[in-house]
């Protein structure tokens, strides 16, 4: 049986190659059920992701991160589509690594449910090299590239709070995020 939520509920949905687990609003009218893929407004752009939980929030606190949509059946095709063309890829950005003489190791690449952005999760801390990266993928014109530095924690945040070189204030690379100072 579905029930309605109420307007601007919250959930917590797991997304990306290196899990990450967020709040979105969520102002679609079924009531979501854990282990149902949706497509989610994240940080990094359209991801499809899973439902974890229904959150209470006590407060009307607004959060920018959205549900857009329940996946469809070609939003699913699509996920395994540039799945299929990460795994493709990753032995070129492997060379491409080593060529740059870049210090870190590439764990896993993801690309955004439009595929219009590419994520490498490397295995490094927030240093040069994951900076260099960023630069040298920008300067060959191979697209927009979010690096996201990984250790045994897991994501090295990125620090959203001004500066940085890149375009968005938040980091180095060709969009503004996900890799180091």
């Avoid at 917590?12 to 949706?38: C, D, H, K, N």
């Avoid at 210090?103 to 952005?117: F, I, R, S």
């Avoid at 250790?151 to 060709?174: I, K, P, R």
Wanted: charged share 20%.
């Amino acid at each position: 049986m579905i029930s309605t939520t109420p307007q601007n509920a919250i959930v917590l949905v797991r997304y990306g190659a290196i899990p990450e687990v967020a709040r979105f609003q969520w102002s679609l009218a079924a009531t979501p059920q854990r282990g149902q893929s949706v497509v989610v407004n994240s940080h990094r752009g359209e991801m499809l992701g899973t439902v974890l939980e229904s959150v209470v929030s006590a407060s009307d606190e607004e959060i920018e991160t959205k549900v857009l949509r329940l996946a469809t059946s070609e939003d699913l095709h699509a996920a395994q589509n540039l799945k299929t063309a990460c795994t493709q890829e990753y032995s070129e950005w492997e060379k491409r690594i080593s060529k740059w003489n870049l210090e870190l190791q590439l764990l896993d690449l993801e690309k955004t449910l439009d595929g219009t952005k590419k994520i490498l999760y490397v295995l490094c801390d927030r240093g040069p090299d994951s900076t260099k990266l960023a630069l040298q993928a920008a300067a060959e014109g191979l697209g927009i590239i979010e690096v996201q530095p990984v250790d045994a924690e897991g994501l090295v945040s990125v620090d959203t709070g001004g500066g940085g070189c890149g375009s968005g204030g938040g980091g180095c690379g060709s969009d503004g995020g996900g890799c180091s100072h």
